[in-house]
């Protein structure tokens, strides 16, 4: 009976370990995605004032 009740336990643990892997691997993808929104949105900004300085 201990012997299932630890392979139980060490199950849940290996589930628990990879939930918080994901997590963390959804958080930098989140950011990433972020941060590129930011990006294109700075540089097509500037590209607008340029051409708008260019007329």
Known sequence: MRRKA?????YLFMIAAVLVLVLYATR???N???NIE??????TEQV???ILENL
């Open 6 to 10: 630890q392979g139980a336990l060490e």
């Open 38 to 43: 930011k990006a294109v949105g700075n540089y």
């Open 48 to 50: 607008r004032k340029q």
């Open 28 to 30: 930098v993808v989140l």
């Open 32 to 34: 990433g995605t972020r």
